[in-house]
């Protein structure tokens, strides 16, 4: 049986041997593994909770919708949807920016022509992929639908971006049928219905608790328009 004693004099003349910068790599590697470790198991356990900001984000973007006809309602409405899920710090060159969000809201609702009717808005997630992106930062690769009923030239807050809601079936509206309407000739009346699933990547910041979308880059992948009678409005 070797002696304690020895045991820690042979350790010391190795250490004595050893580079003391390897000694300080390996310490650091070590520290490495621990952190990145740690970093991985505490994220994992936000994928929840990201996702359940994401699904929150959408219904509540969409059922803003049809709450008011009023512009300045909305104006305040969508507002304060922006600064409670949003930040202005965000890492990716594409996609909507909360800057880029107020810049489209104020220059539709400004316009002359601006009108806001939509009678209702859905939408639900069909499937999102969490990742992460970085420090404190996540990407969501997410599948979505939007159901949206109202009048053609009506502005839309749909979670990427402001529009019209001519914007998400242009086919439709251009296809040189007896319902395809110039866009300066548009009616007021006509009530349409599009449902729609988007695609696209979802770029999340933690700050202050929370994880916020820092810029959300989607696309339509498949539309469908259809004008609802006198009798569906």
Same mark, same amino acid.
């Given at each position: ?16 041997? =050893? ?5 300080? $790599? ?26 359940? =900001? ?10 803003? #919708? $049809? ?16 600064? #409670? ?75 990427? =971006?402001?529009?019209?809601? $001519? ?17 300066? #000739? ?10 729609? =699933? ?25 539309? #469908? ?9």
């Amino acid at each position: 049986m070797v002696c304690p004693a020895v045991a820690i004099f042979f350790m010391k003349k190795f250490l004595k041997k =050893t580079n003391r910068g390897i000694i300080l $790599s390996a310490i650091c590697l070590v520290i490495l593994v621990i952190y990145v470790s740690v970093d991985y198991i505490t994220f994992s356990t936000q994928k929840d909770t990201i996702r359940q =900001t994401t699904e929150n984000y959408i219904n509540d973007v969409l059922k803003t #919708n $049809s709450e008011s006809v009023d512009l300045n309602k909305h104006r305040e409405l969508i507002t304060d949807i922006l600064n #409670n899920y949003w930040t202005d710090k965000h890492y990716s060159s594409s996609g909507s920016t909360i800057s880029g969000m107020k810049a489209t809201l104020d220059s539709t609702l400004d316009a002359d022509n601006s009108l806001f009717d939509i009678k209702d808005a859905s939408g639900s997630v069909q499937s999102v992929k969490i990742s992460k992106a970085g420090p404190k930062i996540a990407s969501a690769n997410i599948k979505y639908t939007v159901d949206i009923v109202g009048k053609e030239t009506s502005t839309v807050f749909t979670p990427g =971006t402001i529009c019209t809601l $001519s914007d998400y079936n242009n086919d439709y509206y251009d296809d040189g049928s007896e319902d395809s309407q110039d866009s300066n #000739n548009a009616s007021t009346n006509d009530y349409y219905k599009v449902n729609c =699933t988007c695609e696209g990547t979802i770029y999340y910041t933690y700050e202050s608790g929370k994880w916020k979308i820092s810029t959300w880059d989607s696309y339509v992948t498949d539309s #469908n328009c259809t004008k609802l009678d006198d009798k569906e409005d």
